[in-house]
């Protein structure tokens, strides 16, 4: 898996996401430094989890998509006696 990149915009969003967080629930100024410092940690130590897990559910949506595929295919089959 490679790093987790984020577009400048998508950033800026999340680090005022960060800040408007700790300001409301903490009661603590956060510069924007810092909360990029935050964003670069979750996605290194966290991010894995949620694309293991993301992966996990396509497969998962893959694999039953299949099979009900499968079953639709079958039920085109003719008789052969």
């Not at 996401?17 to 909360?35: H, S, W």
Request: aromatic share 12%.
């Amino acid at each position: 898996m490679t790093d987790i990149k984020l577009s400048k915009d998508d950033t800026a969003r999340i680090v005022a996401k960060i800040k408007d967080y700790f300001a409301d629930e903490l009661d603590q100024d956060i510069g924007g430094f810092e909360a990029e410092f935050l964003i670069d940690f979750f996605a290194k130590e966290i991010g894995p989890h949620f694309y293991n897990q993301g992966l996990a559910d396509a497969q998962t949506l893959f694999h039953e998509k299949t099979e009900e595929l499968t079953y639709q295919i079958q039920e085109l089959e003719k008789p052969t006696s």
